[in-house]
């Protein structure tokens, strides 16, 4: 699920961020104000299913309905939500950052938590890099335990959730 930045859309000259560090449903995690010399532009956590941050601007072009893909797009879903989706299977749970595994959907890496799935899509000038190193500079941006620092582990799964074993409850 990239988000298209269309034409019509703009993105926010301040995003939220005071509004999403209130969010309590799950731990919302985030590169700063800043990553890579991308400036956050938008932060979403408004509907409670998902939280969304978008970092950089982009250029729509495409004729009639211009679209593009920003810089660095990062989604946040509970763990639970869509689980069997994105559970790695056994011979990816190798590959881990700060502690917990990485897998890919849709082309981008996401990474699992004990409490959210976190995908982070690359767009528009960015290298192929980008999305692994903004996973391995996540921090929390609200107070929803597990609460990390840029330095901190990553709290993974539970053991057996991914594998089906245990009831995911996050």
């Known amino acids: 699920m990239l988000v298209a930045v269309t034409g019509g859309c703009s993105l926010e000259d301040k995003p939220d961020v005071d509004a ?10 985030w590169a700063g104000g800043a990553f ?20 950089g601007a982009c250029t729509p072009d495409g004729g009639l309905q211009p679209s593009c893909a920003p810089p660095l797009e990062i989604q946040i879903f509970p763990l639970c939500y869509h689980l069997d989706a994105v559970a790695l299977p056994p011979k990816e ?9 990485v897998g890919t959907q849709d082309g981008a890496p996401v990474l699992l938590t004990r409490r ?12 192929p890099g980008i999305a692994l190193r903004a996973l391995r500079a996540l921090r929390s941006l609200n107070t929803v ?5 840029a330095t901190d582990r990553i709290p993974p799964p539970l053991p057996g959730v991914l594998e089906g074993a245990r009831a995911c409850t996050a």
């Open 20 to 29: 999403a560090a209130k969010f309590e449903r799950f731990p919302i995690y």
């Open 36 to 55: 890579e010399g991308y400036e956050l532009r938008r932060v979403d956590a408004g509907d409670g299913v998902a939280a969304g941050l978008i970092y």
């Open 93 to 101: 749970r190798w590959r881990r950052i700060r502690g917990a595994p």
């Open 116 to 127: 959210t799935q976190i995908k982070i899509y690359r767009g528009e000038g960015t290298d």
């Open 145 to 149: 335990a597990p609460v990390i620092t």
